[in-house]
């Protein structure tokens, strides 16, 4: 099977503007979970999705935001950066059914985003 | 809530050295312990997970880690590293009852001299 995938890789982008990075799961998982990670905050949860619905929710404010499609193709997307947006935004999908939680994520390579 | 604490940020063996990174946790229910590795310029791997059952867990690579309920740990270990070795290690803990959320350590930075 092929990895998660994430894209674009890279993204310089500048302060104000908005982003949108995009994820696809290992084919047959539907739960796509979304983190953070900067030098110094290590890796930081975002949020998850399941079946199109958000599941859970990390401690971030509401310009980071996502979606997941009926394909389980995963969308976050960041409003107004600021310049501490900078990090590697991993992605990771599982194979978890709704009803248990005993799964295993399997991360993409990220997308680094740089702010300017 | 989960949270997860990794005792070293930076440990230097040389090669053939045994290896043991600390990992403790807190969760007030059942959960899921896991180590990744970050090799240089790679994506996050998992190196071993446990769920249940044998508390001694073997990975990939010769990595293996034990689970005691009782100290919250789940320490990391490898009789013998190789330069090959040389990454960022991660440990994880996700609650049974946690969608979806994995909390992380802080890392270990692992370098193994030749």
């Known amino acids: 099977k092929a990895g998660v995938t994430q894209t674009p890789r890279y993204l310089i982008k500048t302060r104000g503007q908005q982003v949108t990075l995009s994820c696809s799961p290992i084919?047959?998982?539907?739960?796509v979970s979304w983190y953070q990670q900067t030098p110094g905050q290590g890796l930081q949860f975002l949020f998850e999705?399941?079946?199109?619905?958000?599941?859970n929710k990390g401690n971030f404010p509401g310009r980071f935001s996502g979606r997941q499609f009926s394909n389980s193709r995963s969308e976050m997307n960041v409003s107004t950066l600021e310049l501490g947006d900078s990090a590697l935004y991993l992605c990771?999908?599982?194979?978890?059914?709704?009803?248990?939680?005993?799964?295993?994520?399997?991360f993409g390579p990220g997308t680094r985003l740089t702010v300017l | 809530a989960q949270s997860v604490s990794q005792h070293n940020h930076h440990v230097i063996l040389s090669e053939a050295a045994s290896l043991e990174l600390g990992c403790n946790y807190s969760?007030?229910?059942?959960?899921?312990l896991f180590w990744y590795v970050q090799y240089p310029g790679q994506h996050l791997q998992l190196l071993l997970k446990?769920?249940?059952?044998?508390?001694l867990v073997k990975g990939i690579k010769g990595f293996e880690a034990e689970f005691i309920k009782s100290k919250f740990s789940f320490n990391l270990r490898k009789p013998s590293v190789q330069w090959s070795d040389t990454a960022e290690y991660f440990c994880?803990?996700?609650?049974?009852?946690?969608?979806?959320?994995?909390?992380f350590g802080d890392g270990t930075t692992l370098t193994v001299k030749p």
């Open positions: 990771a999908s599982s194979s978890s059914t709704g009803t248990s939680y005993t799964d295993t994520q399997y």
């Open positions: 084919s047959g998982h539907r739960s």
């Open positions: 999705y399941f079946s199109e619905t958000q599941r």
């Open positions: 969760y007030g229910g059942t959960v899921n």
């Open positions: 446990y769920f249940s059952g044998d508390p």
């Open positions: 994880a803990v996700k609650g049974n009852t946690n969608a979806g959320k994995s909390t």
